[in-house]
């Protein structure tokens, strides 16, 4: 069974467009994230909610929100989308002060 | 705040080949440290972790020892292999929840 399962794995979509990323995971975490990175391999921190309450919002266009419905659940919504914002998206869950169990990422290409 | 230098890269490798990838860090508090491994077209996975001051992790032949006098966690392995190609990423996490990465270091194994 995946542990941490994003989808799609592959989104290719036109500037201006909105799309959504889903994130789920069965670990029984309180805590997930929205990790981006970019072409150069750098990873940064989006988003993270603990037990559905929003915990870290880092500088982040106001186009990007997070919205969890439960503490299994993670999605990103991105609306108007821009060249800038091609990179591949990954989610991830932990508990307390273990280290992150991560999805396969989203290779998001805006054209 | 918290931040993780790492050697820069790419590093290149014959196989059976030492290596040895330089991790410092700069935190409040006492962090936990972690090496993580993204293997091509792939998500991250822990590699190994260390919670303390003298602790050594270690996985697939892979070691790292948490030095705090030095405030290291640098990742040798003795004898690389083809599949060891990936990048590479030092991490840490303080009381916060948030998971702060180096730069990541790539590394080619060649036969």
């Known amino acids: 069974d995946t542990a941490v399962s994003q989808t799609p794995k592959y989104l290719v979509t036109q500037m201006g467009n909105d799309k959504s990323i889903k994130c789920e995971q069965n670990?029984?975490?309180?805590?997930m994230y929205w990790y981006k990175q970019d072409s150069k391999k750098f990873l940064k921190i989006m988003f993270s909610?603990?037990?559905?309450?929003?915990?870290i919002n880092e500088t982040v266009p106001n186009r990007f929100s997070p919205k969890s419905p439960d503490k299994a659940h993670l999605n990103l919504h991105i609306n108007s989308l821009e060249l800038g914002d091609s990179a591949v998206y990954f989610c991830a869950s932990s508990q307390v002060v273990d280290g992150y169990t991560f999805g396969s990422g989203t290779r998001l290409t805006v054209v | 705040g918290n931040s993780v230098t790492q050697m820069e890269g790419p590093v290149t490798l014959s196989e059976e080949a030492f290596l040895t990838i330089n991790c410092t860090y700069t935190a409040t508090g006492y962090p936990s440290l972690f090496w993580y491994v993204q293997y091509p077209g792939e998500g991250l996975q822990l590699l190994l972790k260390a919670t303390k001051a003298d602790d050594k992790g270690s996985n697939k032949g892979f070691e790292a020892t948490y030095r705090k006098e030095t405030t290291s966690f640098h990742l040798e392995k003795g004898s690389v292999q083809v599949s060891d190609s990936a990048v590479y990423f030092c991490?840490?996490?303080?009381?916060?929840?948030?998971?702060?990465f180096g730069a990541g270091t790539t590394v080619t194994v060649r036969a």
């Open positions: 909610y603990n037990n559905k309450e929003l915990i």
């Open positions: 991490a840490l996490r303080s009381n916060d929840y948030k998971l702060s």
């Open positions: 670990l029984g975490h309180d805590t």
